[in-house]
């Protein structure tokens, strides 16, 4: 069975630094990765996605991942962080195919300081 | 497209009393999933539809908890009777393909707060 750890509950970074959230997925064939963001009273929003091919993903507002399957990692960074990045960032993993769910990590709150 | 649509966005109801939830997915999408999250236990999936069937309802905490989609266009998801650990913000999410490989498309959730 699939599984995502999000080891930081609560990362605090100052605006226009860099940023990465980490991610660590267990799973026994190649997975599909997601991260999803979610602000203050939101639904999640899809950021970005892997599925094949080249292991650094671009998304959308300027972030990016990258899947290290050595470390069974799928990190999501930014170069330098904006105060409208202040939200909640989800990562889930999906064993593809017909199954139709995702297994989402317990999430990652990030803070931007002015 | 509006997106998935949810209603109420909130809900204040006394413990026993029946509670349902409602959403709209986005026209053309066959796969329907119904969301817990609180504090304590993170997103939950609850329960998962393809083409109006339930597929996957492990993750629905108990009988008190029931979900229904009639047709493409329209699902619910019952709680009868409430508790106060119901207490929780409820996503409904769609998406066109598998859940596992395409995005899902959330709705802003419904707060449920069970007194």
């Known amino acids: 069975a699939q599984s995502v750890t999000q080891p930081d509950i609560h990362i605090t970074v100052s605006e226009g630094a860099s940023l990465e959230l980490r991610c660590n997925y267990s799973?026994?064939?190649?997975?599909?990765l997601f991260w999803y963001v979610q602000s203050p009273g939101q639904g999640l929003q899809l950021l970005l996605k892997?599925?094949?091919?080249?292991?650094l993903v671009q998304g959308i507002k300027g972030f990016e991942a990258e899947f290290k399957r050595s470390q069974s990692s799928f990190n999501l960074r930014k170069p330098s962080v904006h105060w409208s990045d202040a939200a909640e960032y989800f990562c889930?993993?999906?064993?593809?195919?017909?199954?139709?769910?995702?297994?989402f990590g317990k999430g990652t709150k990030l803070s931007v300081k002015p | 497209d509006a997106g998935v649509i949810q209603s109420p966005r909130h809900e204040v109801t006394e413990m026993g009393q029946e509670v349902t939830l409602r959403c709209k997915p986005i026209?053309?999408?066959?796969?329907l999933f119904w969301y817990r999250q609180t504090m304590m236990r993170g997103l939950e999936l609850l329960i998962y539809?393809?083409?109006?069937?339930?597929?996957?309802d492990s993750g629905m905490p108990e009988d008190r908890f029931s979900a229904k989609m009639p047709n493409a266009s329209f699902s619910t998801l019952k709680i009868q009777p409430s508790e106060p650990r119901d207490s929780a913000v409820y996503f409904c999410?769609?998406?066109?393909?598998?859940?596992?490989?395409?995005?899902?498309?959330f709705g802003p959730g419904t707060r449920l707060t069970v007194l």
């Open positions: 999410a769609s998406s066109w393909l598998p859940g596992s490989t395409d995005t899902q498309y």
């Open positions: 889930a993993v999906g064993a593809g195919g017909s199954q139709g769910n995702l297994i």
């Open positions: 539809f393809n083409n109006n069937v339930p597929i996957d």
């Open positions: 799973y026994g064939a190649t997975p599909y």
């Open positions: 892997y599925f094949s091919g080249d292991t």
């Open positions: 026209s053309g999408h066959d796969y």
